[in-house]
């Protein structure tokens, strides 16, 4: 029987979401994949005010942020390129 609210389980650390506000035109989301060669997979470029909502998965284990942005978690919040 499949698990359909989260395949990776509700503990873990795929699944969980994170906001990106950009603060200037040109901040950069690059996702990073999970396994023993870490690569980049995916890149959004985000204007001032754009908001992007991320979510960690099976294949994306980390972020990348470039450029002045508010970023919110569930473990808080923190501005990046200050």
Do not use: W
């Not at 699944?15 to 995916?42: M, P, S, W």
């Not at 099976?58 to 923190?78: N, P, V």
Request: proline share 1%; net charge neutral; no cysteine.
């Amino acid at each position: 029987m499949s698990d359909s609210k989260n395949a990776a389980g509700l503990d873990s650390p795929a699944g969980d979401y994170i906001v990106i506000k950009a603060k200037e035109n040109g901040v950069q989301v690059i996702g990073l994949t999970r396994g023993l060669d870490t690569r980049f997979h995916h890149t959004e470029k985000l204007d001032k005010g754009e908001v992007m909502i991320a979510q960690f998965t099976d294949l994306t284990s980390a972020m990348k942020i470039r450029g002045k942005a508010e970023i919110m978690t569930k473990h808080g919040q923190l501005e990046s390129g200050i």
